[in-house]
């Protein structure tokens, strides 16, 4: 199967998570399926669900696994090598990491489920990735820091955090998604994970991390989304919280 297919999520039993989807009604499509062609489609939907308001698209048969989403309509590229993370702002040390720098410290592996807003969620999803908790450490937030200002190398997308958000322990500088390195789709080679939140919180293709005297909104926080994006209690929703 593909790299984030069904079998990436089951932790190596994909007979029986596809006898649980298909007694949970999620469709024979979504069990037909090789994960190459599901990720065709997602990919070949990736624009139309990015620029969709109606969230007509969720309906299509693609339940319990990732969308891949992208509001600039194409995937941005950035090699491994020349990878940067840059922490900048009311910091006392300005911090620029390269990959081997965020595999140098304490990493976290998380199983946590991922849910968008618009209503999929993937169950049971490995992360691993270093506490953005200890990236701030590294920088030494200084005492006019109230919040984080995140910025994807797409160009456009933004979001935030307050600084007690963003210091919980699952909170994650992700560099690995189901066991593997975050592929370019989701957001590699560092995307963020923020699991007690809504999806939109997950910045991808993470470049910058900037400390604010304040909460400055983010790209779907601008069009109306909560910026308090609990899991279950924002956005009018009333999913099962994750964390
Ligand atoms: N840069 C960027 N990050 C993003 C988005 C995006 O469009 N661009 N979409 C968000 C939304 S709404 C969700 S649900 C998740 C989807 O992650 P995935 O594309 O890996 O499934 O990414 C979030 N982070
Ligand atoms: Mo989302």
Redesign the pocket.
Known sequence: MGD?GMEDTTGGMPVGRRVVLGMLGLGAAGIVWGSKLADAF?RIL?PVE?IDGTGLTSLLPAAGR???????GFL?KRSAAEYRLRVTGLVDRPLELTLADLKAMAPTRLVRD?????G?R?QDVPWKGVRLSDVLDAAGVQAGGRALSFK?F?G??T?SLTLGQARRPDVLVAYE?QDKP?TV???GPV??YVAPM?????????EEIEVTPAVVEG??EERGYDTDAWIGSSNGRSDDPVG
């Open positions: 984030d997602s990736a990015a990732f969308r891949i989403y992208s509001v600039v941005p991922f849910q968008c807003v618009t999929w993937v994807s797409d456009v997308y979001e998604l975050v789709a989701h957001g995307r963020l809504y999806g939109y919180k997950s910045c991808k293709w993470l790209y779907w």
